[in-house]
């Protein structure tokens, strides 16, 4: 059984930062792109950024510059290092990635940004 899991939500004020942490756990032989996506309340849910394989990034226009996406590939691990919040980041944050060839999706960590 493989599972994401994710760490590093909370709430901060505007302006702040967070870092978002996801690892990828189990018989695990192989691992492509590391996504995160966001669902705000009452919204459908939403690419924020990914990251293939080989290293090419891709974010949503409302978050470049602000937001920065890693991975370590040995840590079976992506990043997500979130500067200059908005109260309009404030959202569940989801990591997703394709593990073994699946798309499998972490539980969610919630991202509050009081402004």
């Known amino acids: 059984q493989v599972q994401l899991v994710e760490s590093g939500g909370g709430l901060v004020q505007s302006g702040e930062s967070l870092r978002l942490s996801c690892a990828a756990s189990?018989?695990?032989?192989?691992?492509?792109?590391m996504s995160w996506y966001r669902q705000a309340q009452g919204a459908q849910r939403e690419l924020v950024a990914s990251?293939?394989?080989?290293?090419?990034?891709n974010y949503a226009d409302s978050v470049k510059g602000r937001f920065t996406i890693s991975r370590d590939t040995t840590k079976r691990t992506v990043y997500l290092q979130m500067n200059s919040l908005k109260p309009e980041d404030t959202a569940v944050y989801y990591c997703?990635?394709?593990?073994?060839?699946?798309?499998?999706w972490g539980q969610g960590t919630q991202v509050t940004v009081s402004s």
């Open positions: 990251i293939t394989s080989a290293g090419s990034t």
């Open positions: 997703n990635a394709v593990l073994n060839s699946l798309f499998a």
């Open positions: 189990g018989s695990i032989f192989s691992i492509g792109a």
